[in-house]
């Protein structure tokens, strides 16, 4: 199975600031993943997909780039809201798996 | 509106079984790949499963394979998760989830909890 490993565990950034989160993958997957953001008591929601492309609804701050095994994920102008554990998730071979997740605090 | 809602979790002794439950409306099952995703307590999220939109590719994840089993019933609108053998590591809460490119939709979970 590929191995998605995330950096860092826990990231701190300052509202208004940038935070830039990535994602490795054991072996390649192509542009097939993607960024979920998920919230203390709710389910992750989808942000990218094909690790460029924002899904339904969510703001142009959010960004992914890669392709092959680096990811990145990068929020702009951080808001409040924004605060939360982000997972990268590969679709390229099932099974599927996940990354272990970045914790993004308030600094 | 897609929603997908969960239902059959609780509290379970290690090696009894539990059947897991995904009812989806807003859409027809049967269009769509689905999957079941957990996450134990204070951890990441971990791919349990996954079903081609008929059942007809099923894959699970090492932990699991050989103990838990996934079937859909397209005509109802629902998706199962049938759990064997059931281990402490087993608890986490159960999420089933959409596939569309990603997963777009996902319930709001159902807990799992297996202890003696």
């Known amino acids: 199975e590929i191995v998605m490993t995330q950096s860092p565990a826990t990231l701190s950034v300052s509202p208004g600031e940038r935070a830039t989160l990535s994602c490795r993958a054991s072996q390649s997957v192509s542009n097939n993943l993607a960024w979920y953001q998920q919230k203390p008591g709710q389910p992750p929601r989808l942000l990218i997909y094909?690790?460029?492309t924002r899904a339904t609804g969510i703001p142009p701050r959010f960004s992914g780039s890669g392709s092959g095994t680096e990811f990145t994920l990068t929020i702009i102008s951080l808001q409040s809201e924004d605060f939360a554990v982000y997972s990268c998730q590969q679709y390229n071979n099932w099974p599927q798996t996940f990354g272990q997740g970045t914790k993004l605090e308030i600094k | 509106e897609f929603q997908l809602v969960e239902s059959g979790g609780g509290l379970v002794q290690p090696g009894r079984s539990l059947r897991l439950s995904c009812e989806a409306s807003g859409f027809q099952l049967g269009d769509y790949a689905m999957h079941w995703v957990r996450q134990a307590p204070g951890k990441g999220l971990e791919w349990v499963s996954g079903s081609s939109w008929n059942g007809g590719r099923i894959v699970y994840a090492d932990s699991v394979r050989g103990r838990f089993i996934v079937s859909r019933d397209n005509a109802k609108n629902f998706m199962y998760l049938q759990m064997n053998s059931l281990r402490p590591e087993d608890t986490a809460l159960y999420y089933c989830a959409k596939d569309t490119v990603g997963l777009t939709t996902w319930g709001p979970g159902t807990r799992v909890t297996v202890s003696s």
């Open positions: 094909d690790a460029s």
